[in-house]
């Protein structure tokens, strides 16, 4: 986003890496920069006339997660697996990419200083497992009612494989 940014403001490099340097503590590169600092860039940006273009969205439409063929490649499709597995199991009332990057926003602004990380994919690992965790108790907790209501016995203190390992046995097995 920033390097779209500095394009559509024709900011000569020197420009750029000074904007950098200003908002992320002599920095001069965007990977050293944390998501405060990165955020804290981005908006000096929008101050100075760039546009934020999001890919628009139809009427009625969802914007919905990437698929991953191939399974997780990294701690952020891990969390949007398990947002998926949450919805289909129907513990959340929207399994879209952008409920999912409202919740993160709101789980992150306590942890980043007041200001929350607005897109999954820009979580730095650190607070990607922190959301990550976060993510698998609300989802341990759902399973683990859902479990005992249907009047499935399971331990309080299972963890969260414990359980999940239990959800699938009883519920994706009676489907195959």
Request: with cysteine; aromatic share 6%.
């Amino acid at each position: 986003m920033l390097h779209i940014g500095k394009s559509q403001l024709h900011m000569a490099d020197e420009s750029y890496r000074a904007l950098l340097a200003h908002h992320g503590k002599g920095k001069t590169s965007s990977t050293q920069l944390t998501i405060a600092e990165l955020q804290a860039v981005l908006d000096a940006m929008v101050n100075l006339g760039f546009k934020v273009v999001k890919k628009p969205v139809k009427p009625g439409q969802k914007r919905l997660s990437p698929t991953s063929t191939d399974g997780p490649q990294d701690i952020r499709a891990v969390i949007r697996a398990i947002w998926v597995f949450m919805a289909k199991a129907e513990f959340l009332n929207n399994g879209s990419e952008t409920a999912l990057n409202s919740w993160v926003q709101r789980m992150t602004a306590e942890m980043n200083g007041g200001m929350g990380v607005a897109e999954v994919q820009w979580l730095q690992d650190g607070m990607a497992v922190k959301v990550l965790e976060s993510l698998k108790r609300w989802c341990r907790r759902e399973m683990f009612e859902a479990l005992r209501s249907d009047g499935h016995e399971i331990h309080p203190q299972a963890s969260y494989s414990q359980v999940l390992s239990k959800w699938q046995r009883i519920y994706e097995g009676q489907s195959a």
